[in-house]
């Protein structure tokens, strides 16, 4: 008998599509995908995106120009460097990450990194990179006869290995006013690397690099905006997808043939759902951006307008999207099972589950084609970098036309519900 439950089970699973589905394919896909953001297996290594200021020592700004780590970001008249006040302005705005600041006073160097701490990554990295174009300078401006076609073997070994030394264990002091404002791993770095009795007895010394977060400062919980709205967005998915099978509820128990047999055709009864949808959406996500306000000190009433239009947007974009599937798939069932895949993958590629800035930058633009990565940066632009409503204008256009498609979508597969 034992063996007839589980022969009644295996016949059971071979006819069920879904749940082959949930248990070869997901897990499957869902660890393709963070291995990929992880391994950094897809295109190249993320780049961080800088912007260089105006400086004295040229050479260290074209040194980090040509490095590959780096994706240098030009001013509006694609000039190299640019002055530092446009450089601040472009760190708030997200078109950088980081805006280098080298200062050289009689022979010494010194940096500041601008930065914006949503970023734990970059500034440990750019700290590394800036600081190897440093050391390289002073080793070239110490033996003056050495070349890039000449043997390294006129540089004085200790200082050779002391630039090594620093490259690997870069030294940061970080001039944060916000103790609560999170910084890079590197900011706790000690002032000066380990280095020989040699080296230490001749005085040479890293140079002095400085973090200063540029954004982030004077905010009791500065991250938390960026959590509430991965978790809202991602749960947001999930009820409108549910709300939506309300509909296949109704075609299996014949509640949907009775309606439409009254004067409510199709048109006014997907508007009626998309309305409601969008309606329970913005609740939902207030509730949740309301509990960050009381528990963890986020300022909901002070960016309230960008607040209500990046939430009606995105609600009303998710409805449309929960409607899809909906008419997309013949039962309940299906619904459940095709739910759970494209949520929890526009979620991985979209930033609610894994920060974007981790992602190469191939995974990035794939995460473009889920909604989560606008909405994402929408709420980014609100909360983290405080930028004016009318700043979020593409946010708000890939939304709308997203939600118009969708449910014009989900219009033209509801006419076989008509014609059944």
Known sequence: MVWKVIEIHLRRLRHNRVEWLLTFIVPIAFFTIFALIFTRGVGSTPRVKVVLVDGTCRPVLDALSQNEGLRIVRGNEDALTVDRPTAETMVRRGTATIAVVIHENEGDLSAELLNDASDQVAAQVVTALVTRAMMTHLSSAANPLDSPNRPTTGIDPDFAKFVENVAQKPAITDDSDDADTPTSPASSAPATPSSSPSTASEGFRPPKIDVVNVIGQGKSNPLVSVYAAGIAVMFLLFGATSGGGVLLEERESHTLERLLATQMSMDQLLLGKWFYLTLLGCVQVTVMFVWAQIAFGLDLMGHFDGFVMMTVTTAAAAA?????????????????????????????????????????????????????????????????????????????????????ALLILARLLAIRWETN
């Open 320 to 404: 449309s999207f929960g409607l899809f599937l909906a008419t997309l798939c013949r039962t309940r069932g299906q619904l459940n099972g095709l739910s759970v895949v494209a949520v929890l993958t526009m979620s991985a590629l979209g930033g609610s589950m894994v920060p974007r800035y981790v992602m190469s930058e191939s995974l990035r633009d794939v995460g473009l084609w889920t909604f989560n990565a606008w909405a994402l940066d929408g709420y980014d632009k609100v909360f983290w970098r405080e930028l004016p409503p009318s700043e979020l204008g593409p946010q708000l256009s890939v939304l709308l036309g997203t939600a118009f």
